[in-house]
């Protein structure tokens, strides 16, 4: 700009200042929130004082790094009233839309007022309903019945309210019509509130698709729990990709899900058919102690606690007491919870797990190996031939087969050569060496190249449980075994068990375990000792791998790990 123009420009802005209000802004120092305009609290920004002031004022601009205020150039005038004219239009917009909202609260609050004096009662010609849970549904097509259950899906359209049902047998899509829509409840109705509903199931046609292909027409129904809306809506406590944390305290709330309820189920069918397996193999069932005052699984695992003034500790494994059974009941199992004080925070690892675990009597390890086989086999076999769990199976783990027998026996030793042939490390990075504890990565790993059910056998003495029976001429190795299935690695634990009391005793002494309160474990080598195994398996873990769950925490009803025991 030459001199003679802008000595005209000051002018100019010299008598816009003198006939208009000066409005300032600073573009570093400014604020649009709180400054009023003056030159020692200006605005940010030439819109805030537009919009503030309007636009017949003399706009007065300290640039950055500029120490006075100088009148607004001509371009940032014009650039600054269009922004002002596109903010004044959106203003007036939001005021519309403010309006057009309130107008439809107050009709919806009108409505809502309305819907208080709408009554309705079962049609009078209705005949009674029957009372059936959902897994009925299909036997109860075409008759009246009633059905209560949980709001698991909800959608509202004008005058029509599709709802799937929840009773934990099952999913049942639901349809109301009319004046059933119209009452209070129906208006403020929720996901996870509690209903009855009566009506008549009713097969779709074809093209159409609901749970059970067939939906309730409901004549009439009740609301009898109503789970808030709005802040505190059930979709608001939890989703499906929430923090892992804010779904562990929610856990009683996930349980609700398709998925977390599916594995539920699952673990129950597998629960039942364990049991079923067991029985065909002739095994009695027996109830073990929780409180115990012996270790099975080494120290470093245990829960102590105080027992009336004495020592005690909740139960790792049962095994010892399964043993003392076999005299009296022959091979037997338990169903226990077992507490493993675990420092690791791997997905494998709970501290309060379902161990199901059996003793034989009278076996060899061979046969020992051959049976643990048959009773994962056949418990999945069992699983697979109900229709309903294998749709469950087939929902959490697409394309899930029964595994092949016979597993693959690996000895120890071969194990440790694999891992080396396939550059499979320590976690220190070291190549194995035949004695090492092989670590849960290197395990993992390789039971997922090989992809099947691995029966790992024969470990070394010093990296397993002092009770373990030792290979006969080869008495650094015992006679142990692992299975180690794909996803998940080691799923069972068990081995054969001394039978001479004087290798027990010495066993205690190379652990360093007092041998007085395992007098009746002892006892067992004395009063008439035999061949016997068994073995312990991990419900959880077997659930992750048969479900594919990423983690045991998913297959428990309430997951016990490190620093979390609740809810
Ligand atoms: O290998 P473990 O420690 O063996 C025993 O307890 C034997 N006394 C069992 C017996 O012979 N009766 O544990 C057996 C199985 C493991 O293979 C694993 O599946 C599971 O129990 N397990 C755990 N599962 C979840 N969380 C933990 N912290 C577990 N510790 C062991």
């Not at 029966?455 to 029976?469: A, T």
């Not at 309160?517 to 000792?529: A, K, S, V």
Request: aromatic share 8%.
């Amino acid at each position: 700009m030459s001199s003679s123009s802008e000595a005209l420009a000051a002018q100019t802005a010299q008598m816009q200042v003198s006939d208009k209000q000066p409005v300032h802004y600073d573009e570093a120092h400014g604020n649009d929130e709180s400054g009023d305009g003056s030159a020692a609290k200006p605005y940010k920004t030439a819109v805030a004082a537009m919009l503030k002031h309007g636009t017949d004022v003399a706009l007065l601009q300290k640039k950055s790094g500029e120490d006075a205020y100088e009148p607004i150039s001509g371009s940032g005038l014009k650039k600054a009233k269009k922004l002002y004219d596109v903010a004044i239009k959106k203003q007036k917009k939001a005021e519309e839309q403010a309006a057009l909202d309130k107008e439809r609260q107050a009709s919806e609050q009108k409505k809502l007022e309305e819907s208080k004096k709408v009554v309705i009662e079962p049609p009078s010609d209705a005949p009674e309903a029957k009372r059936i849970k959902i897994r009925q549904a299909e036997e109860s097509r075409d008759v009246r019945v009633k059905v209560s259950g949980w709001v698991h899906r909800l959608r509202v359209q004008k005058d029509l309210i599709f709802l799937v049902l929840r009773d934990g047998t099952g999913y049942l899509q639901c349809v109301l019509q009319g004046k059933l829509t119209q009452t209070y409840d129906a208006l403020t109705l929720t996901l996870e509130s509690t209903v009855e509903l009566y009506g008549v199931i009713k097969a779709l046609p074809e093209g159409k698709k609901a749970p059970g292909n067939h939906e309730l027409v409901v004549d009439y129904w009740k609301c009898i729990g109503k789970a808030p809306g709005g802040e505190d809506a059930f979709s608001n406590r939890i989703s499906e990709n929430a923090d892992p944390s804010i779904l562990a305290d929610n856990r009683h709330l996930v349980l609700r899900g398709e998925t977390a309820s599916a594995v539920l189920k699952v673990r129950a069918a597998a629960l039942e058919a364990f049991r079923a397996e067991f029985k065909s193999l002739g095994l009695t069932e027996v109830n073990t102690p929780c409180l115990v005052q012996t270790q099975v699984e080494g120290g470093s695992t245990l829960f102590s606690l105080d027992y009336y003034g004495e020592k005690a500790y909740l139960t790792q494994s049962s095994q010892l007491y399964l043993e003392t059974c076999l005299p009296a009941l022959g091979d037997v199992f338990c169903v226990q919870e077992s507490f493993r004080a675990e420092k690791s925070h791997t997905r494998r690892h709970l501290s309060e797990f379902t161990h199901i675990e059996a003793e034989l009597a009278f076996l060899n390890f061979d046969e020992l190996m051959t049976h643990i086989e048959q009773l994962i086999c056949g418990t999945v076999d069992r699983l697979l031939a109900n229709q309903a769990v294998r749709e469950l199976i087939e929902q959490l783990n697409p394309g899930f087969t029964a595994p092949k027998r016979p597993f693959m026996r690996m000895n120890y030793k071969d194990a440790i050569q694999y891992l080396n042939d396939h550059n499979i490390l320590t976690d220190e990075g070291k190549p194995h060496q035949v004695g090492d504890d092989i670590a849960e990565a290197a395990e993992r790993k390789m039971t997922d190249q090989l992809n099947v059910p691995i029966l790992l056998h024969s470990f070394p003495r010093e990296i397993k449980s002092f009770y373990m029976q030792r290979v006969v001429g080869d008495e650094q190795f015992t006679e142990s075994v692992d299975v180690l299935m794909p996803g998940v690695g080691e799923i069972v634990g068990g081995s054969m068990r001394m039978n001479n009391r004087e290798d027990l005793l010495e066993a205690y002494k190379h652990e360093g375990i007092d041998p007085s309160p395992y007098y009746w474990y002892t006892d067992q080598r004395l009063y008439g000792t035999c061949e016997h195994g068994g073995y312990g398996l991990g419900f959880e873990r077997l659930l992750a791998w048969l479900t594919n769950r990423w983690t045991v925490r998913e297959a428990s009803l309430y997951p016990r790990w490190t620093g979390r025991c609740t809810p």
